[in-house]
């Protein structure tokens, strides 16, 4: 079946870094992939959609220059938080189009657990 | 605009008995699919089922059944006989074409022992 991996499941940084977080696709071509928010008792919350070889486009009210997106190939796409800060501690979970069964579901990581300090 | 509806914030019910968690969505394209993802305390969204707008038999899974009824926009779920790792947050989804995935706000359930 279609799986999606995605690194790391948990990551503590410090205010001000950096953190990369990979989502790849292991056993299909994703064409499009989706990333996700999600807040303490809270819903998911689209962030931004990525094609492969094309911009992302970002969803109103998320800075493009703070979460940049990459999906230079069909199997992986990268979000990456430039200067985080404490409010960016979150779950991030991306979701994968494409596999089997391609146009009736997606596929989801496991998400990523950010923890700024 | 596509939305989701999950009135229940959180429920909780004590182990066996049988609890519905309720989903509304709204949508103007014919052709739509709607999910229902479990996510238990480690954060990981559990695949449960996916139905397609033109599909509306109800589906049985072991203790686990769906009633959709586009009459009502409704896509129920039920869960008989609960055990205490039924105990997540419930989400409910729908999208159509390629876009992606709307959630509704998630239903928390507790089954208590």
């Known amino acids: 079946g279609a799986v999606v991996s995605q690194h790391p499941s948990r990551v503590i940084c410090k205010s001000g870094t950096s953190v990369k977080i990979e989502c790849r696709s292991l056993d299909f071509q994703a064409t499009t992939m989706f990333w996700y928010r999600q807040f303490p008792k809270q819903s998911l919350m689209l962030m931004a959609t990525?094609?492969?070889?094309?911009?992302?486009?970002?969803e109103q009210g998320v800075e493009k220059d703070k979460f940049l997106i990459n999906h230079a190939s069909l199997t992986l796409s990268t979000l990456t938080v430039t200067s985080a800060h404490p409010e960016d501690s979150s779950f991030y979970i991306c979701s994968a189009v494409g596999g089997p069964g391609f146009n009736y579901g997606y596929t989801f990581g496991s998400g990523t657990r950010l923890t700024v300090v | 605009a596509q939305k989701v509806t999950q009135a229940q914030t959180e429920i909780s019910v004590v182990e066996k008995e049988d609890v519905t968690l309720d989903c509304v969505y709204e949508t103007r394209d014919t052709t739509y699919y709607l999910f229902w993802y479990k996510q238990p305390p480690s954060g990981e969204l559990v695949f449960l089922i996916r139905?397609?707008?033109?599909?509306?038999q109800n589906e049985i899974s072991g203790r686990y059944s769906w009633n959709f009824q586009k009459s009502t926009s409704s896509f129920n779920f039920t869960i008989t006989a609960s055990q205490v790792v039924d105990s997540a947050v419930y989400f409910c989804?729908?999208?159509?074409?390629?876009?992606?995935?709307?959630f509704g706000k998630g239903t928390r359930l507790s089954v208590i022992a």
């Open positions: 989804a729908l999208r159509s074409g390629n876009t992606p995935l709307v």
């Open positions: 990525s094609n492969e070889g094309s911009k992302a486009t970002y």
């Open positions: 139905r397609n707008s033109f599909d509306e």
